[in-house]
């Protein structure tokens, strides 16, 4: 995964590291298609829902934050 400077400066202001990152990759995420060609990451890592903001690419991160409920509400109906 190619990590944009922007992206880890929204990892480290909102306390997610790339331990976090490997553990919500490694386990049960949802991927949401936008409507600007980007992609959300929808997934739990340290007892919380984070989403991963995808470049089109699908290799990207442009950004991290805390899921929102109706994300975690489509993550929970995989």
């Given at each position: 995964m190619n990590i944009t400077k922007h992206a880890l400066e929204r990892m480290a202001?909102?306390?997610?590291?790339?331990?976090m990152?490997?553990?919500l990759m490694n386990g049960k995420f949802t991927i949401l298609p936008t409507r600007?060609?980007?992609?959300?990451?929808?997934?739990?890592?340290?007892g919380n829902f984070w989403t991963l903001v995808l470049a089109k690419d699908m290799y990207s991160?442009?950004?991290?934050?805390r899921s929102h409920n109706c994300e975690v509400e489509k993550w929970n109906s995989k």
């Open positions: 202001e909102r306390g997610f590291t790339p331990e990152l490997v553990a600007d060609d980007k992609f959300l990451v929808i997934g739990k890592a340290d991160v442009v950004s991290v934050r």
